[in-house]
């Protein structure tokens, strides 16, 4: 581990200037010139996919494979939308790269574009990240003053153009239809699948989503090749044919109470207590963790036992969590109530949630209510089981709902009453026990 050479945080942790000179200076764009001249976007696409790159927003996809979904010899347009919108809680990997390497960024868009084929690009970005938007427009109008966007890019037969959309602060516009709703200035509701955006997305014409980091990293690929990507990270598991690797950097994102919160760039496949404890400086004030959140919270809960889990698209699932998602890890400590966790999660996305789909909807509101509850102290025991239940049987992986925001809001729930339910069993008997005394001492 201690050999690994950042690429992506490699120009923002010598803290090199984010502008077009200085991004060129230090090679920039240098793989947009090779690709444009030594390939086709058909080779591009065949070097994403051999690389074995997949999906950093969240699911994992293979994004090679996801390109070759578009229709072939479509008579366009094809579009290319780019989810920055980071809603994910502690997830702020992304934002890093926009403010400060946005032509790193940039760069793999066009790439991206070249190869599927897209001439219109929509970078959706988050409301709130308001120095992102100044930053990244800035760096496009850059481009344009250097034929790098717009007509006949590099005099080559490539025309590609870049708008900035700006979101209005929703978590479900992380959710791919959601955000194309939400582009085309409807309400962000996800849309039924098939069909999937590959065939009818924007607009109603083929399109892809990417995420920022995937298409950061598709830069590197086509610059220093396939092999130095597959020599990092985790190669898939023999007796799983499922598997398809964990190849590559990724960014890990480190916060809540450890002593030295950060975003750190490593391949695939530490564990959770080395990331906590050699790059997050341990847990603070001398604390024991409790347990953490290993990929945002839509992900589920590791307890401390479980820490040794390697952070890749396979190990997370290992433990009963969704997967990987962002790999943002929030750490709890020792004295922090797993009663508050729970309710915060479920605060979280009772208000997220689109309403769209009844399952989700109510689900998520009733698991808001008993976590209410058990907060109060007025809790049963059979309240656990409710949210176990409801936890199970919401979201699209059991075909209750359109989108999978419901399984995200149903896993951290599950999670916490499964691994820690001896703590909520105490909480609610101390409760009881304390109304039982209050009720007597009032006699």
């Known amino acids: 581990m201690a050999e690994f050479e950042p690429v992506l945080l490699r120009r923002i942790a010598k803290k090199a200037s984010p502008w077009l000179d200085a991004y060129r200076a230090d090679g920039g764009y240098r793989a947009l010139q090779k690709a444009l001249e030594e390939m086709s976007p058909g080779q591009v696409v065949d070097a994403v996919k051999a690389s074995g ?15 070759t979904f578009l229709p072939k010899d479509h008579p366009g347009p094809i579009y290319m939308c780019i989810n920055a919108d980071e809603s994910e809680p502690c997830t702020f990997n992304n934002r ?6 946005p032509h790193q960024v940039l760069e793999g868009i066009i790439l991206s574009c070249y190869a599927t084929r897209a001439a219109t690009a929509y970078l959706y970005l988050r409301y709130e990240y308001g120095r992102g938007y100044r930053v990244l427009q800035r760096a496009i109008d850059e ?9 006949n890019i590099l005099g080559k037969d490539f025309h ?17 239809t959601g955000l194309i709703e939400s582009l085309e200035g409807k309400r962000a509701w996800p849309r039924i699948k098939p069909p999937f955006p590959a065939v009818e997305g924007a607009f109603r014409k083929p399109t892809v989503v990417n995420n ?50 950060c975003c750190v760039e490593l ?36 307890t401390e036992a479980e820490f040794d889990t390697p952070l890749d698209f396979a190990g997370p699932g290992k433990v009963g969590c969704l997967g990987l998602g962002t790999a943002a890890v929030t750490v709890f400590d020792e004295e922090t109530s797993i009663v508050d966790v729970l309710h915060n999660i479920c605060r979280f996305f009772s208000h997220e949630s689109c309403g769209q789909c009844t399952p989700c909807r109510e689900g998520t509101g009733w698991m808001l209510k008993i976590a209410e509850r058990l907060r109060r102290g007025q809790g049963r025991l059979e309240d656990l089981k409710i949210l176990e239940e409801v936890g199970d049987k919401i979201g699209i992986m059991p075909g209750t709902t359109i989108c999978g925001l419901a399984d995200g809001a149903g896993w951290p729930v599950k999670n916490a009453i499964r691994k820690f339910r001896p703590e909520f069993e105490r909480y609610i008997r101390s409760a009881e026990k304390s109304s039982l005394l209050e009720l007597v001492g009032g006699h």
Do not use: Q
């Open 160 to 176: 590609l153009d870049i708008f900035l959309h700006r979101g209005a602060g929703a978590y479900i516009c992380g959710e791919e």
């Open 267 to 302: 391949p695939m496949g530490i564990t959770l207590r080395d990331l906590v404890n050699e790059h997050g400086g341990g847990v603070w004030k001398g604390r024991k963790a409790k347990g953490a959140i290993p990929g945002g919270i839509s992900m589920g809960i590791m």
């Open 143 to 151: 481009l344009y003053g250097h034929n790098l966007l717009g007509r």
């Open 96 to 101: 890093i790269l926009m403010e400060e390497d």
């Open 212 to 261: 920022i980091e995937t298409v950061a990293c598709v830069t590197h690929i086509i610059d220093r090749g396939v092999e130095w990507f597959k020599s990092m990270g985790v190669p898939p598991d023999p007796k799983n044919p499922r598997d398809a690797g964990s190849y590559g950097p990724k960014l890990y994102c480190i916060s809540g109470h450890v002593n030295n919160p």
């Open 53 to 67: 790159l997949r999906g950093r927003g969240g699911a994992g996809f293979p994004t090679g494979l996801k390109w």
